[in-house]
């Protein structure tokens, strides 16, 4: 009868071997004695990260229990051990009694006006002076994240424009910094970004708006980008089933068009950019290797962008790699999981909360 398990293998960033022990679900540097050795001799890395999903979110809005349990099963099975949740309109906290599926952390629902998003999806609020108390009641609910809708289609004026005045967002804003916790937002063009990221946001997700001056911004108030590039391939046909709003449609198509060189003038700059893939909408599950390999696109390199979804990514969100006394949450890969998304997306050991998947 074993007393644990045992891995041995090569880590990332450096390369260098490691050797690890499991025991009650633990991570431990120390031998212990009779361990089974279940992996040895290639690549060992922490539980990738997708840092844009959403569980419990299908194409129409919300979804039950039982198929927002099936979305977190193929996220493990494809290697993201750590999910942050981008807004969900179901309550998935339930999902954190199973020891089988990833740990979420979640933002709680997303925050927009009436009419100014996908229906179904978030809380609306008519008057934009609630905005504050709702940030507040998100982040008190939440697991340390909030999400806003920063622009979306005003029917108005047939283009993309921001929700939310820049007064009214920086009240929003230190009403979770105050409740612990940060902010992200949604955000496609370019008007709403100075407002969002001078009013302190910590994240901007999609980020196709970028320009000189908002990396500028970014670098001075330290906020990261979570580009959802594999997302960004749906603009076109969101163009085109818009064709009753043709200004939007351009834009849309636009912003696709020069989005890779944005975000890659973001990266170039330095700002923080983490792997996310916006799954659960528009987007499958289990496609996290995908984004991996679109960073690359952008001129990370291959061990910067599997960083973005692993070993910084966690960082980031402020959740252990691996170290003496964490979860054991663990890839095993026999070839180089730098190669792309064929070997990335197929870990060929899957070791969640100290039990072999």
């Known amino acids: 009868m074993t007393s644990g398990l045992h891995v041995r293998g090569r880590g990332l960033p450096d390369g260098e071997p490691v050797e690890w022990w499991i025991r009650d679900g633990l991570l431990r540097s120390e031998r212990i004695a009779n361990a089974d ?21 299908g194409e129409h809005g919300a979804t039950d229990l039982e198929e927002a349990v099936a979305q977190a099963e193929t996220e493990r099975e494809a290697g993201a051990l750590l999910l942050r949740d981008a807004g969900s309109p179901v309550d998935t906290r339930s999902l954190d009694d199973r020891a089988d599926l990833p740990r979420i952390i979640r933002a709680g629902r997303h925050l927009a006006r009436p009419k100014r998003y996908s229906p179904g999806f978030a809380l609306e ?123 939007y449609a351009r834009h849309m198509r636009d912003l696709y068009a020069t989005g890779d060189q944005r975000v890659s003038a973001a990266h170039d700059a330095g700002v923080p950019i983490y792997a996310g893939t916006d799954a659960g909408s528009m987007v499958a599950h289990g496609r996290i290797a995908d984004e991996v390999d679109a960073l690359k696109r ?19 969100l402020g959740r252990p790699a691996l170290e003496d006394g964490a979860s054991a949450d663990l890839l095993c890969y026999a070839d180089d999981p730098r190669a792309g998304a064929s070997v990335l997306n197929r870990p060929d050991l899957v070791i969640l909360r100290g039990r072999v998947h």
């Open 125 to 247: 609020m008519e008057d934009e002076s609630q905005l504050p108390e709702f940030v507040a009641e998100q982040a008190r609910w939440g697991d340390g994240w909030v999400k806003l809708v920063g622009d979306w289609i005003d029917r108005g004026i047939g283009d993309l424009a921001p929700l939310w005045s820049d007064d009214v967002l920086k009240q929003a804003i230190d009403a979770a910094h105050a409740n612990g916790a940060r902010v992200t937002a949604h955000v496609f063009g370019e008007d709403a970004l100075p407002g969002l990221i001078n009013a302190g946001i910590d994240c901007i997700e999609h980020g196709t708006g970028i320009t000189d001056d908002t990396i500028k911004l970014m670098l001075e108030n330290r906020t990261a980008l979570v580009p959802t590039l594999i997302n960004i391939e749906n603009f076109p046909g969101i163009a085109d089933a818009a064709a009753k709003y043709p200004r």
């Open 37 to 57: 050795n279940v992996f040895d001799g290639g690549w060992i890395l922490p539980g990738l990260v997708d840092a844009h999903c959403h569980v419990g979110l």
């Open 298 to 316: 952008i001129g990370m390199s291959p061990t910067a962008a599997l960083g973005a979804a692993c070993w910084d990514a966690r960082a980031w």
